[in-house]
T-cell receptor, first 113, second 114 residues
Framework: GNSVTQMEGPVTLSEEAFLTINCTYT??????LFWYVQYPGEGLQLLLK?????DKGSNKGFEATYRKETTSFHLEKGSVQVSDSAVYFC????????????FGDGTTLTVKP | DAGITQSPRHKVTETGTPVTLRCHQT?????MYWYRQDPGHGLRLIHY???????DKGEVSDGYSVSRSKTEDFLLTLESATSSQTSVYFC?????????????FGSGTRLTVV
C-alpha cells in the first residue's frame, strides 16, 4: 500500500533560518505529491503540489521538488518567519483511487523571533 | 475555509451514545471525505463519497457510518461512541478524483467521548 514518512518533529528554528522538512513516500503507481499546512485551531490548507517527476511546487516562499529516483518531496524555505509556525503534512494521491490521499504524521515547526 | 463548514465545532458526549457530525459544502464538489486526526497518526481516512448515495470505507471505518443524500451534505455517524473515538474530525472536499487535485478542508470538529 501507499505510505508517507516525514521527519519527526518538533522543529524549532530562529527567524530567517533555512527550513527543510523531509518527506519520502512509497506508492504503487505514479502519485501526485502535496504539502499541507495546519495553523493552530484550523483545518489543513493546501500549500503546494507537484504532479510528476522533477516538477517543483512553490507557494509563499516554500518549495518542494518531486524526486522520483529518491521517492522524496522535501519542503524548503530560505528564510522562515514567526508566522510560519504550524504543522506541515506531506501527502500523496494516486489517480483512479477516488481521489483518496495518504498523509504523513505531520511535522510541527516553531519559529522563534 | 469558505465553501465548507463543519458542525458542531466542539462536542462532548457520553460513551454508548450515537453522535452525528455534519459537513456542508457550497462548492458543488463531487468528492467528500471524512478523516480523523490523532497525535502520532496523522490523518486517517474513515469514509469517503464519490457522489450522492455513493460512499465507501476508508482505513478506519469500524464504528462509523456515513450518508450523503445531497451533494452538499456528508454526515458522519458514530453509532455508539467509545473513548477511542475521541479525536479531531476533518471533512475534506475535492473537485475531481484525479491525482492532480488537492483537498479543501473544513475547520474540524473536536469530539470528546467521556
Amino acid at each position: 500500500g501507499n505510505s508517507v514518512t516525514q521527519m519527526e518533529g518538533p522543529v524549532t528554528l530562529s527567524e530567517e533560518a533555512f527550513l527543510t522538512i523531509n518527506c519520502t513516500y512509497t506508492a504503487t503507481g505514479y502519485p501526485s505529491l502535496f504539502w499541507y499546512v495546519q495553523y493552530p485551531g484550523e483545518g489543513l490548507q493546501l500549500l503546494l503540489k507537484a504532479t510528476k517527476a522533477d516538477d517543483k511546487g512553490s507557494n509563499k516562499g516554500f518549495e518542494a521538488t518531486y524526486r522520483k529516483e529518491t521517492t522524496s518531496f522535501h519542503l524548503e524555505k530560505g528564510s522562515v518567519q514567526v508566522s510560519d509556525s504550524a504543522v506541515y503534512f506531506c501527502a500523496l494521491s494516486e489517480g483512479g483511487n477516488a481521489g483518496k490521499s495518504t498523509f504523513g504524521d505531520g511535522t510541527t515547526l516553531t519559529v522563534k523571533p | 475555509d469558505a465553501g465548507i463548514t463543519q458542525s458542531p465545532r466542539h462536542k462532548v458526549t457520553e460513551t454508548g451514545t450515537p453522535v452525528t457530525l455534519r459537513c456542508h459544502q457550497t462548492e458543488n464538489h463531487r468528492y467528500m471525505y471524512w478523516y480523523r486526526q490523532d497525535p502520532g497518526h496523522g490523518l486517517r481516512l474513515i469514509h469517503y463519497s464519490y457522489g450522492v448515495k455513493d460512499t465507501d470505507k476508508g482505513e478506519v471505518s469500524d464504528g462509523y457510518s456515513v450518508s450523503r443524500s445531497k451533494t452538499e451534505d456528508f454526515l458522519l455517524t458514530l453509532e455508539s461512541a467509545t473513548s477511542s473515538q475521541t479525536s479531531v474530525y476533518f471533512c475534506a472536499i475535492s473537485e475531481s478524483w484525479g491525482p492532480n487535485y488537492g483537498y479543501t478542508f473544513g475547520s474540524g470538529t473536536r469530539l470528546t467521548v467521556v
